[in-house]
């Protein structure tokens, strides 16, 4: 039996009749209390699944349990990802790595940009966060237990980065545009050799227009084939945002992802495209950067004039 999560049906059959009752959890027991209760009787359940399970019994109200656990986990994800990038910074060891040799950030710079992104994150993205519940369920995004394959999750989590990969694209190159540049884009272009943490460095417009790249691709998916589960969006969102902040990270390794795997953009591609402000404009992957020809940087530069050179020719 799938244990449903409408925890609000399902525990208490609550009406909210103030603020306090949507604030304050609704069960006075303790979130282990509510795991041994859900274990008892869900013994098909795996560990992650009760626990998953228990949250939801323990908030008492679906709006808020998915909401604070998004929030939480987007900074920790965020933060926790951005720190060894910080660490690496600090060891002169892997200076020889930085792709824009010589320009390591100083810890300053690191948490004037740390405070910015903080500050957006609390203003611009909880309340969006908050939203984001009702939006899921209205569109069909299951959130009960038990999760769904590890098969299910991987190809539509690929699915995902393919299309967010193709929104980004065009909106980052629209955003290179004169006036949406100047108006909203050029905050992000501060830092001319990004670190980490400068990955959501960027105006609350410019996030919430990348941010529907991500969070809208699942939901579009979710509206046409009803086939979603809220944990893939989490492992998905997860992703996406190591993505955005290694490809920020100005390293580049010799085991870097896009030297197994050369349609992926990692660092070296973004990194030129904060270098030139011009070209490289895709997040995942190089093939729209390939196919448009708007590939940044010196050997794309080559090309460029090699093909024009060999068509002067012809055309002589
Ligand atoms: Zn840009
Ligand atoms: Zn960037």
């Known amino acids: 039996m799938a244990l449903p999560l409408g925890m609000d049906n399902y525990f208490n059959n609550a009406t909210y009749n103030s603020i306090a009752d949507v604030m304050l959890p609704h069960t006075t027991n303790s979130y282990w209390y509510e795991f041994d209760e859900i274990s008892k ?4 359940l795996n560990y992650l699944e009760r626990m998953w399970a228990a949250w939801y019994a323990y908030i008492g109200n679906d709006v808020l349990a998915t909401g604070i656990m998004s929030f939480l986990m987007h900074e920790i994800v965020y933060f926790g990802r951005s720190l060894p990038w910080i660490i690496i910074d600090r060891i002169p060891y892997f200076n020889k790595y930085k792709i824009q040799d010589q320009k390591v950030p100083t810890a300053r710079e690191q948490w004037e940009c740390a405070k910015l992104v903080l500050i957006s994150h609390f203003t611009v993205e909880l309340p ?3 939203g984001f519940h009702p939006m ?4 069909g995004l299951t959130t009960s237990v038990p999760f769904p394959s590890i098969w299910t999750m991987a190809y539509q989590i690929a699915i995902f980065f393919v299309l967010e990969d193709a929104w980004h694209y065009w909106t980052h190159r629209a955003m290179h545009w004169g006036p949406l540049y100047k108006n909203i884009h050029k905050i992000h272009h501060q830092y001319s050799a990004p670190f980490g943490l400068a990955a959501e460095y960027a105006s609350p417009i410019e996030v919430m227009i990348l941010g529907l790249g991500t969070v809208g ?6 509206a ?4 979603l589960h809220i944990l893939t969006m989490y492992v998905w969102i997860v992703l996406r945002v190591f993505q955005a902040i290694d490809s920020h990270s100005g390293y580049e390794f010799p085991w870097s992802l896009h030297h197994f795997l050369p349609v992926w953009a990692g660092a070296h591609h973004h990194d030129v495209h904060h270098e030139k402000f011009i070209g490289n404009y895709s997040s995942s992957f190089v093939w729209w950067d390939w196919l448009l020809d708007t590939e940044s940087g010196p050997e794309a530069a080559k090309r460029r004039r090699e093909r024009r050179a060999l068509k002067a020719k012809k055309a002589a």
């Open 136 to 139: 899921a369920q209205y569109c």
């Open 217 to 222: 691709t699942p939901i579009l998916w979710c």
């Open 224 to 227: 046409i084939t009803k086939d």
């Open 41 to 44: 009787y869900n013994v098909h």
């Open 128 to 130: 969006q966060i908050w």
